[in-house]
């Protein structure tokens, strides 16, 4: 016998698994930024988990958790990955659009025809110079901090 309620919650999960699975896919296909778009992948990823870890709490076994498990090393994997990718090719471009990335394309794979105006009107040049990355402050010795009276502890 089927119970109501483990039906409502299996399909409140998958709704849920679904609606986070389709806004990925939505912000990967609509947007040009390689940051947003690696995110939007991210969250394509965690709906397929969240849906995994529905059926495998519905069927009573532990096969959906472990799949989660292999998704979240993946996309670990590819976060990483990403990551590189998109400080290289920020250092050549000074820009992260994928519209200005049209030359790497595979020979003979047309531009669509947005991205072919968009190539021709603008032509970017590389930075030259030296690369560069973020500078992040040193660490040491914490600040002195002013003292409130408040925080003070009574003796």
């Given at each position: 016998?089927?119970?109501?309620?483990?039906?409502?919650?299996?399909?409140?999960?998958?709704?849920?698994?679904?609606?986070?699975?389709?806004?990925?896919?939505?912000?990967?296909?609509?947007?040009?930024?390689?940051?947003?778009?690696?995110?939007?992948?991210?969250?394509?990823?965690?709906?397929?988990?969240?849906?995994?870890?529905?059926?495998?709490?519905?069927?009573?076994?532990?096969?959906?958790?472990?799949?989660?498990?292999?998704?979240?090393?993946?996309a670990a994997c590819e976060a990483s990955i990403a990551l590189a990718l998109i400080v290289?090719?920020?250092?050549?471009?000074?820009?992260?659009?994928?519209?200005?990335?049209?030359?790497?394309?595979?020979?003979?794979?047309?531009?669509?025809?947005?991205?072919?105006?968009?190539?021709?009107?603008?032509?970017?040049?590389?930075?030259?110079?030296?690369?560069?990355?973020?500078?992040?402050?040193?660490?040491?010795?914490?600040?002195?901090?002013?003292?409130?009276?408040?925080?003070?502890?009574?003796?």
């Amino acid at each position: 016998m089927i119970d109501v309620f483990t039906l409502d919650l299996l399909r409140n999960y998958l709704l849920a698994g679904a609606a986070l699975f389709i806004l990925g896919m939505l912000g990967f296909l609509s947007r040009r930024n390689l940051i947003v778009m690696f995110l939007s992948a991210e969250m394509m990823l965690q709906g397929t988990a969240l849906t995994l870890v529905a059926f495998g709490r519905y069927h009573g076994n532990l096969t959906g958790q472990v799949f989660t498990i292999v998704i979240l090393t993946v996309a670990a994997c590819e976060a990483s990955i990403a990551l590189a990718l998109i400080v290289i090719l920020y250092n050549q471009r000074s820009s992260l659009d994928v519209t200005l990335w049209q030359d790497i394309r595979e020979e003979g794979v047309p531009a669509t025809p947005q991205m072919q105006e968009e190539a021709e009107a603008e032509p970017i040049e590389p930075v030259p110079g030296p690369e560069s990355y973020p500078i992040l402050t040193p660490a040491g010795i914490e600040p002195a901090h002013p003292v409130q009276p408040w925080l003070e502890r009574r003796k």
